[in-house]
């Protein structure tokens, strides 16, 4: 099986702006009703006043109304109204007060920004209980914004991703530089899978050949796999490849 390489003369291609939002929150994992609470706690009053509109009008009228419903356009807006540190968290709460279903989200992901595909993903555990949203999450992994991998790699995709892509999605991480705490339940994904643990060997291998450093996330997700680096020619904690 092969496994993803970074673009050759450099170590990833990646936007460059950091993968997690900024206000603390993680809104994948948490409950609509907090991240309210977080937000009614950090907005000014014209940015709470402005979010409590956006609501109001996504309760009125949820789901699809027209072509392009009252809520898609407050997606748009949310940047500007509630801040950077602030827009991922309250765009998720429009999306989940207006009750988006799969082909709703699909849309806004297909039609939207980056950040409101971004938006899209943190919503999909909120609001799609199976797998119709996959399609979604695939292809934010097929980008090179380190934001959007991130937010495909979370609870949803953790539940529905299948064995293979999701072992390449974790080589992704490694290799652009997402963190794999931002990987949700990587933990046990990734515990005794030894096709994950020569992934992660081969790729260390290819560093260390190539005079790179071995990302330190990867000899953590290699301990969880249940294999350990072994003594080579390139030092004691070096993983290698496939034994001969």
Known sequence: MTH??????QDADTTGRPAAPGDGTTPAVTPPAELRRHLAARLDGAARAW?????????????????????????????????PDHADAARVLILHTAHADAEALTRVYHQGTADERR???????????????????????????????????????????GA?????????????????DLVADLDRRARGDAELARMLADYAAERTAAGRTVPEDLHRVLALTGSA???GADGPDAPHGKES
Do not use: M
């Open 4 to 9: 993803p390489h970074a673009p050759a003369g």
């Open 119 to 161: 938006a899209v993903l943190h919503a999909l555990p909120h609001l799609v209980p199976g797998p119709e949203a996959l399609p979604l999450v695939e292809d934010a992994l097929r980008t090179n914004d380190t934001r959007l991998v991130a937010a495909a790699l979370g609870p949803y995709g953790a539940r529905h991703l």
């Open 229 to 231: 680096p072994t003594q």
């Open 164 to 180: 293979h892509a999701w072992r390449h999605a974790v080589l992704k991480c490694l290799f652009t530089g997402v963190a794999l």
């Open 51 to 83: 979010l409590d509109q956006a609501l109001d009008e996504a309760t009125a009228h949820p789901g699809t109304h027209g072509p392009i419903s009252v809520w898609e356009l407050r997606l748009a807006e949310a940047g500007r109204r509630c801040g």
